[in-house]
């Protein structure tokens, strides 16, 4: 079973520019959530998707926005680049049908704001 | 408020030995659960152990377990035998709620890790 892809997995953008990162979960979850994560603010909740709906929203501005398909995959898009938002973002997903929901990870995308 | 505690920075511990990696939470919801992940320097989270809040047994998987201590807020990870490959940062995350028709089903929160390196 393939794991939860995420592409690309690197890229350098900058300051005002916008970025888009995709991610494939794991065939059959519907369940798709998006992380942040910086050394100094640790790992920090963006948003989850379920059946092409944001179920929740984590604490970041506007810039920051998401989808997702019918076939579950998803994007994020960051808009207006800020040298803050250089960081490794996880796309995460989880079955809605397994008692633990653990969330499964991609290796993340690392995006570099110059 | 910080929800999820992890106190040791980092730690080293020699090859074959035991280790315990602290975590203590913060929640007023009866109903969570509590998760261990693994990040090599590669960058991915790897799943290691999962307690719910109801759960009689501390979990176990191979050769991790939980020492999850309800009352005391507690829920520090246990590796037995270290291996080399065992190096990696380690998060203890929580998701309140249980059940999927809570709306933080895909939200943990995380601490922030403690750095292992296991020596030879």
């Known amino acids: 079973k393939a794991g939860v892809t995420q592409t690309p997995r690197y890229l350098i953008k900058t300051r005002g520019q916008q970025v888009t990162l995709s991610c494939s979960p794991i065939?059959?979850?519907?369940?798709v959530s998006w992380y942040q994560q910086t050394p100094g603010q640790g790992l920090q909740f963006l948003f989850e998707?379920?059946?092409?709906?944001?179920?929740n929203k984590g604490n970041f501005p506007g810039r920051f926005s998401g989808r997702q398909f019918s076939n579950s995959r998803s994007e994020m898009n960051v808009s207006t680049l800020e040298l803050g938002d250089s960081a490794l973002y996880l796309c995460?997903?989880?079955?809605?049908?397994?008692?633990?929901?653990?969330?499964?990870f991609g290796e993340g995308s690392r995006l570099t704001v110059l | 408020a910080q929800k999820i505690t992890q106190t040791q920075p980092g730690m080293f511990v020699q090859e074959k030995e035991a280790v315990t990696l602290d975590c203590t939470y913060d929640?007023?919801?009866?109903?969570?659960?509590l998760f261990w992940y693994k990040q090599p320097s590669s960058g991915e989270m790897i799943f290691l152990i999962y307690?719910?809040?109801?759960?009689?047994q501390n979990a176990t998987e191979g050769r991790y377990s939980l020492n999850f201590q309800k009352a005391r807020k507690s829920a520090n990870l246990v590796i037995s035998a270290s291996q080399l490959g065992d190096s990696a940062m380690y998060f203890c995350a929580m998701r309140e709620g249980l059940r999927w028709t809570t709306d933080s089903w895909g939200k943990l929160q995380f601490g922030a890790g403690t750095q292992v390196v296991v020596t030879p």
């Open positions: 065939s059959g979850h519907r369940s």
């Open positions: 998707y379920f059946s092409e709906t944001q179920r």
């Open positions: 995460a997903s989880s079955s809605d049908r397994e008692n633990t929901g653990e969330l499964f």
């Open positions: 307690q719910g809040s109801y759960d009689q």
């Open positions: 929640t007023s919801d009866p109903s969570y659960g």
